[in-house]
């Protein structure tokens, strides 16, 4: 027996048909797998008691009350799961279920990554020499549509440091490039201008501005370590452009790309603390790194980069496909 919660995307989503269908597969591989038991799959895009308006947390509370539950699959894919680390070990505890498998992106080895198998379908197929850098003109180049505190953070601390100078930097519509949407790929949801900035999940955006850009400054979606490590498009986008990248978001998400086959390029600032430092510093180095690149030759630096950076993207097509063998093959 299986009951599955949760909400999808809207049809209007890119992704939905990709939802619909990892959700769909893993609903028969948990009936296949564990047929003689009680298995409740809840899918954690949008669910928790703040979503009144989907009412699924409620009915979690009614289901787990009513029926004793052998097993517990926790999925989260597309979006962050809106339970802390510790939040989900009490969700689990609650539900009463005598196992529990957290699947996505979750720090577990049912874990896998939904965004690396669905951009590689939308993206367009560039040409090497429409990603490599013509020429510095910026040292960086710093993406921010909706405007999350941390990217907010980061952003008056660019301008204190006077560093927005040397880059192009977005945030909603406080500040955009006073583009049109129909110079970017479709936006997801529908939404083509949300927030005065196109919605672009699939494409890096005017190439103009991405080959004159030293270093891409991920505007991560989550900040904080207590959340699941949760990697999207925007973290992939530098590595398919091949540019060099630093992340304003988890630094747990170094290592994640490390462990599975990725190189970062921290070694080449070395002298700046990124991956172990305290959240309160996060930002405030990330200016530093930008503070250094000012004094480099960045155009022989790429260079020197080259071969990290057609590393990366070949893997990332190679990770993608085994992201998608793992989706397909959770209990194998």
Known sequence: MLRTLGVTFAQSSQWYKDQIELISNIEEQIKAQFSNDIN??????????????NNEHAKFLEYIHSKPIDNIFLLASEDPC????????????????????????????????FH???????????????????????????YNRKPREHRKQLVDQLDKTQLSQFGIVTLGNDRDLDETV????????????????PHDISSLGRLEYWQKHFLTVVSETD????????????????IIGLRPFVINGQIEVYR??????????????????LETCNIDNIHKN???????L???????????????????KERFHEFSLEQKYKMENLFA
Request: proline share 3%; aromatic share 18%.
């Open 116 to 142: 690396s198998t669905v951009i590689g379908d939308f993206f367009p197929k560039y040409l090497e020499d429409e990603l490599l850098l013509k020429d510095a003109k910026y040292t960086f180049l710093n």
């Open 256 to 273: 994640w790309l490390r462990k599975n086959g990725f190189k970062t390029f921290n070694k080449y600032w070395s002298h700046i603390d």
């Open 40 to 53: 409740l799959l809840i899918n954690m895009t949008w669910f928790g008691p703040q979503f009144t308006n």
């Open 294 to 312: 000012q004094t480099q030759d960045l155009e022989k630096l790429y260079i020197d980069m080259l071969p990290d950076l057609r590393y990366n």
């Open 82 to 113: 809106f339970f802390n680390k510790q939040e989900t070990k009490q969700l689990i505890l609650d539900s009463g279920a005598s196992q529990s498998f957290l699947l996505g992106h979750f720090d577990t080895e049912y874990n896998f990554n």
């Open 182 to 197: 129909d110079e970017y790929q479709e936006g997801n949801w529908g939404m083509k201008n949300d927030l005065g900035i």
């Open 286 to 292: 990330i200016c530093s790194v930008i503070q250094f």
């Open 223 to 238: 900040f904080e370590d207590h959340l699941w490590t949760f990697i999207t498009e925007k973290t992939w986008k530098p």
